[in-house]
């Protein structure tokens, strides 16, 4: 009832765990039964390792929260040591979340990825990340340079590739055809969406780096909106996320045109979320006599 088809993979489930909120699967061992996903995408990794930005780098607030983590990983190279090794082992799909900061950066480490094996089904590209290279300028938000960057991952490799673009553009359908244009086998929508906390009796910011990215409930209406507009233009995928935390927001983003979802920032407090979800989505399934959970695809009444 649950099971999709994404390129050549059939996923048991449309629920995957969203990049850097489930870290590599380990972080939840005992708590959550990996089995039930339809994946895991892993935390973002860049060529070389990276702190990350200094702290307060989390904050809560009223419907979700703010991180500006910076993409703190341990590198590829002992990403591929220490990560594929177990990430082989684990009874589920693994896709590979990929940063970089400039062209040259995503080449290479999605190279050494490619080079090294292992079972993973596919890669998500964060193009959400500042590009030196262009004057501290998103790869994301320009459609030349995601179309470029596609075309050069696509080139290396015969696996799913998805395209993570972020809500953080004025046309994200421009961007998502640049995605589809360069042979990206699906996008996903959203990333974070920029935002800032203000602590009034200190009089300060509550995030180091003043600005940092929103997730959560609050920023599931706009990332629906972003996933009806890419449906509307693309004919490739769409993997839906942002605040989905129930069954029921699930629900509305198959209805808005996603294909499969993402669940992020609940996990955090509910680590086996999208398992419960897949329950619920197969009680769905039986109660309105659905043989498959993507009926429902098409059949939003505006
Ligand atoms: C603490 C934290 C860390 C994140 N790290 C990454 C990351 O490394 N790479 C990435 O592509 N997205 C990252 N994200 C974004 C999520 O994958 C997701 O796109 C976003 O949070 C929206 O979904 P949600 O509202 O369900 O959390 C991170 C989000 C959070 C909250």
Redesign the pocket.
């Known amino acids: 009832m649950l099971k999709v088809k994404l390129k050549d993979i059939t996923f048991d489930t449309p629920i995957l765990v969203?990049?850097?909120?489930y870290g590599y699967g380990n972080e939840v061992e005992g708590l959550a039964d990996v089995s039930k996903l339809g994946g895991i995408i892993t935390?973002?990794v860049t060529r070389l390792p990276r702190e990350g930005n200094p702290p307060p780098r989390?904050t809560e607030t009223a419907a979700?929260?703010l991180?500006s983590?910076g993409?703190a990983n341990l590198g590829v190279e002992a990403y591929c040591k220490e990560k594929i090794p177990f990430l082989n082992e684990l009874d589920t799909k693994i896709i590979i979340?990929v940063?970089g900061t400039a062209m040259s950066d995503y080449i290479e480490t999605f190279e050494m990825l490619e080079n090294h094996g292992g079972n993973h089904v596919g890669y998500?590209i964060?193009i959400s990340c500042p590009n030196v290279k262009e004057g501290g300028m998103e790869f994301g938000v320009s459609p030349k340079m995601t179309e470029q960057l596609t075309k050069e991952l696509r080139s290396r490799t015969d696996r799913i590739l998805i395209m993570?673009l972020s809500p953080n553009v004025t046309r994200i359908q421009d961007i998502g055809l640049a995605a589809e244009a360069g042979g990206a086998d699906a996008v996903s929508a959203?990333?974070?969406v920029v935002g800032m906390g203000i602590d009034v009796k200190k009089r300060k910011v509550k995030l180091h780096t003043i600005y940092g990215?929103l997730?959560?409930p609050a920023?599931k209406p706009v990332a629906l909106a972003c996933v009806h507009k890419l449906n509307k233009v693309l004919s490739i995928p769409i993997i839906g996320?942002?605040?989905?935390s129930t069954a029921e927001d699930v629900l509305e983003f198959i209805l808005a045109g996603a294909d499969l979802v993402?669940?992020?920032?609940?996990n955090y407090k509910h680590p086996s979320r999208g398992m419960t979800i897949c329950d619920d989505l197969i009680a769905f399934c039986k109660e309105n006599n659905m043989s498959n959970i993507l009926e429902l695809q098409g059949q939003l009444d505006k």
């Open positions: 969203a990049s850097g909120t935390k973002s989390i979700g929260m991180n983590i993409l979340n940063a998500e964060n993570k959203i990333n974070t990215g997730s959560g920023i996320l942002g605040g989905i993402q669940v992020g920032t609940i």
